[in-house]
């Protein structure tokens, strides 16, 4: 622990942090179970923290739904107000947030301050949407009648996030949740809970000086056990889940046997399409980035590389020259571009998939290695892979969470290379590099990517905070952070005022008594 004292002291973060938070309290320590948090970064003790308890995860629901009946009250730009000062703590915190997200997660320093940005972000669009959280109004068939829809808080929203987006994920659903007027139980990942545990602090810091009640953010650190009570508990009108499609599969089942609603951000295998159009510098920056970004571990990550024929021998050329020059290492250090699998059994599912690959008829052109020796004592680093493959592999059907791209080569037109982009089952994000505009047109048509993402010239990845992000199939259908994605944080009332002295029916229907 003693090595990331200083960072933690300045994230306030105890030796051994508490199972759960409601804002203004945190839970005793001492007697539960205790989980050590080791770094992939170093292989160092990053920190401790109790794992919480059936009775602790009940004492959390309670606080937040005492809490919810005085936040409800306070006027939705008022709400924003306390966002606004959020953003303006995580500004302040922006640098040991991101080192921390880089320690516990192992992303590059520059992906864990964009992490914080994104955060940042989020709150500045949260505060602006307070104003904004519009219904429509209708006119009425009926005579002296008014007809409008209006959007109400929807009460606890229950927020179980993922290892990859420690704290960004978290925060596109807690800061719109909570101008929405909502309260909510953040489960981190077990992997991650230290970074939950900073967040909560910040928070923690505005809620204590605005004189607000404990209960509006809350966040409790458990195993799947608590994820899953969470989804079967008709107290949370709304669970929003990030993760594999396996975990969503059992949320989204838990959540519907009881007619609640979830909001699922799940697995993607995301493609970009190079077209003989495409112009290649920037085609192949964006693919890289999006492959070997995170090393790997973004939902939204480039897997597979779609390229015409005519350009298929240029791109492997170039791919295969500039992933033996990528600096795999530490990722507090500037010059590494990637960092660390999560832990080890992120290792041997790279490890497999390659192996699976192979089997199937792939060919690995370059990577795969596990990096040993100095700075890679914790068997956490590998060597990104390219491999050349085909769409239909049962390997690539599956979203591996480690940096491996299939190349997929394609003949005929783009509607040929839609097809195959199409033809996976999860729909999260998609790119096709072109200059030609009837191939960017028709890839953006309903006719094109089934995606929730759909980008041109831009990679899969990366998406800014100001569009709805998630995706269709069995990347789950929900959709967070901005556009219209707080609706699914509200409920929607329609409301039929009767302002004349008669009693008009609808649809004309009379009904005299
Ligand atoms: C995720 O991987 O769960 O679009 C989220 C992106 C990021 C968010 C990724 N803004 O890559």
Redesign the pocket.
Known sequence: TMKHATLLEQLNIPEVAPAYSTGLEDAPVGGREIREVYSPVDGTLIGKVEMATQEDLEKVIVTAEEAFKVWRKVPAPQRGEVIRKIGEALRKYKDPLGKLVTLEMGKIYQEGLGEVQ?MIDICDFAVGLSRQLYGLTMHSERPEHRMYEQWHPIGLVGIIS?F??PV??WSWNAMIAGVCGDVNIWKPSEKTPLTAVACQNIVKEVLKEEGLPEGIFSYIVGDATIGSSMSHDSRFPLISA?GSTRMGKKVGEAVGARLGKSLL?LGGNNAVIITENADMEMAIRATVFGAVGTCGQ???STRRLIIHESRYEEVKERLVKIYPTLSIGNPLEQANLVGPLIDKDAVVAFQNALSKAKEEGGNVLVGGEVLEGEGYETGTYVKPALVEAQNHFEIVQEETFAPILYLIKYSGTVEDAIAIQNNVKQGL?SAIFTDHMREAEAFLSALGSDCGIANVNIGT???EIGGA?GGEKETGGGRESGSDAWKAYMRRQTNTINYGATLPLAQGIKFDL
Request: glycine share 6%; net charge negative.
């Open positions: 994104e993922a990859n987006f960004a994920v990030t951000e973004r939902c939204t994000s990845s990366g998406a992000f």
